[in-house]
């Protein structure tokens, strides 16, 4: 199967290079002239398949790593992340001790950053740390690093990279000044699950009301409340059956109104980190690693996915 798979990309390849005149011209170098413009007018998807077309004409030309690179960035600006994640450990790999192995280094942290998974990013900061330690931009790599600490809520571990700054770099103010960010971090007015489980458990509502959701707290307490007398009323009627009932429904939507009160507790405390680092990564200057020929090298323009 791989095999007949493979035979029909390179005959696909092939016709893309036999109709390539009319369009981006013959030559493996107007091919990636090409490639480079759809990249540029940030058409990734036709952008990947030129790079692909050039490395199919040009499997070993002075431009190969390149294109290959380029390759993930289309999937990384495309937000196919977990593909550029794929495309870049595997150049990483191949090219340690390299230019262009550290910057896709880099870049797997860029893509785990864009799907969330902060510990992953930052192990692939570590391992560019590791692999090259003497790099210059190496600084704007700590402070990367202490920002997915940040993240992941490691206040602690974030002070203490970003203090790994060094003294006469140009980046120091700044890593000084997300330092104290990090103590604005833990004193954010947060909400105890616990407490609002236990207030909802005592009084049906009061959890609600605690987290800031006054019509949920009213709702569930007007429920549970309807409930506890069609309850009553029914037993006093005789009516077991119907009060049995009613008796389940108020035990789970009683139950519902615990986990509800804890869930809101968390959501609201995940809503208050959010709005604090987003207000961090503006203030700071928390953006993007910018064109991604710029000599291969991180600035602190970093993506605002960190």
Partial sequence: ?????????????????????????????????????????????????????????????EDAVTAEFQIGMSYLNGDKLETAIEVFSELADRHINEVIGRKALLMTAEAYSGLKKYREAQDSLEKSLAIYPEHPDNDAVRVLIGWCLLRQGETASAREAFSRCGIDSPLRSQAERMIGETSGYDRLPLKSPLLAGSLSAVLPGAGQLYVGRPRDGMLAFLINGTLILAAVEAFDKDQNFAGSVFVLLDVSWYAGNIYNAVNGAHKVNRSRKQDFLDEVEVKCGIMSSSDPRDGLSPTLAFRTRF
């Avoid at 013959?26 to 490395?55: C, P």
Wanted: include cysteine; hydrophobic fraction near 50%.
């Fill in 1 to 61: 199967m791989n095999y007949i798979r493979g035979v029909v990309i390179a005959c696909y390849l092939l016709l893309a290079a036999a109709a390539g005149p009319a369009q981006a011209g013959t030559s493996a170098a107007e091919v990636l002239a090409f490639a480079d413009q759809l990249f540029g007018q940030k058409d990734y998807y036709r952008a990947i398949t030129e790079y692909k077309r050039y490395l199919f004409l040009e499997p070993r030309g």
